[in-house]
């Protein structure tokens, strides 16, 4: 029998306790995986999820999330949802009372109102001066009310891959944060904020389910950061759960999945964060050192996990 535990990517590493707490006292891995995830959004020093996310190329922070049930194979996602902290919630929401899978912009933040969740202003002095940063960097010394033009301007030109290019690898984040219980049972979640600076209405793979968030009691669970249309074109982490599905190991498994992105991005842009049904964890990256975090119930504390580097 398995210890119930969870894992969480870099920026759950000082989170992952509420996650280890819910399941200590026999509480759901759903409930786990949104508390955790739940805290990181809250965190303001964290510039890539929730609160103080930085914004798209207009000034507005945008969120995206997704969640599923490893048992029952259900699954909840919300994309480009303005004014609402918590876009796990609302995509457990959808879950388990709506008969959709993902909602988008004005339609997920209308089904958050009715859910009862609470509009805010999510945009923190950080985020904000970022944004005034980035954009003077990239449009200069244009006032606010021109940016737009400036914006409609630069994609008529057809200069998105260049801007896309430019800062795909340095401003995006994503926190990826699975458990399971002495059951088997599973969940993953994953939240973000997205590319920073993207074109408004930029979808990446984390509100996707099978390329940023997979899970199967039966098999395990894959959660992927980075460049999110990577991992959209490959289905990476559904691949991942293919691949253990069809007798590859968890670290043959995600080893493979960096690899697929090699194939079609010589530079790589991937992280990935799995587990298996027999509780081994796992996370690989294209780009550098790979490291999670993991507590099961007897934890005192988080423990650093290294994963693997893939190169080319």
């Known amino acids: 029998m398995v210890k119930p535990f969870i894992i969480g990517t870099r920026n759950a590493r000082d989170m992952i306790y509420r996650g280890a707490e819910i ?5 759901s891995v759903i409930d786990a995986v949104e508390a955790t995830v739940n805290l990181v959004e809250e965190n303001t020093e964290d510039m890539s999820v929730g609160v103080g996310g930085i914004p798209n ?14 048992k029952t194979l259900n699954i909840g996602a919300v994309a480009s949802v303005e ?5 796990i919630s609302i995509a457990r929401k959808v879950m388990e009372v709506s008969p959709h899978v993902l909602l988008v912009g004005s339609g997920a933040e209308l089904f958050a109102k009715v859910m009862g969740f609470k509009e805010r202003d999510i945009s923190t002095e950080s985020s904000r ?3 005034d940063i980035f954009a003077r960097d990239a449009f200069g010394e244009i006032e606010n009310e021109r940016r737009r033009q400036y914006i409609e301007s630069y994609v008529r030109e057809n200069k998105l891959r260049d801007w896309y290019d430019k800062i795909s690898k340095e401003y995006h984040g994503t926190v990826n944060v699975m458990a399971m219980d002495a059951n088997g049972n599973i969940c993953s979640g994953v939240s973000t904020s997205g590319l920073a600076l ?8 984390s509100p996707i389910i099978g ?3 997979y899970c199967d009691n039966r098999v395990g669970a894959a959660a992927c950061t980075g460049m999110g249309e990577l991992a959209i074109r490959l289905s990476t982490a559904r691949t991942i759960i293919s691949y253990m599905e069809n007798g590859r190991s968890l670290k043959e498994a995600c080893t493979q999945a960096m ?3 090699f194939a079609i991005s010589p530079g790589g842009g991937m992280n990935c964060l799995a587990f298996d049904r027999d509780g081994n964890t ?3 990256s294209t780009d550098g050192e790979s490291i999670h975090y993991y507590m099961d119930v007897d934890s005192a504390e988080a423990e650093e996990r290294r994963g693997i580097w893939v190169k080319p």
């Open 57 to 70: 190329m207009i000034g507005v922070i945008q969120l995206d999330a997704s969640i599923m049930d490893g």
């Open 198 to 205: 993207k074109l408004p209405g930029r979808v990446g793979d």
């Open 259 to 261: 690899k697929d992105i």
């Open 282 to 284: 796992m996370s690989t």
């Open 23 to 27: 399941l200590r006292r026999g509480g």
């Open 129 to 131: 001066r970022l944004y």
């Open 83 to 87: 004014g609402y902290s918590n876009p």
């Open 211 to 213: 390329a940023g968030n």
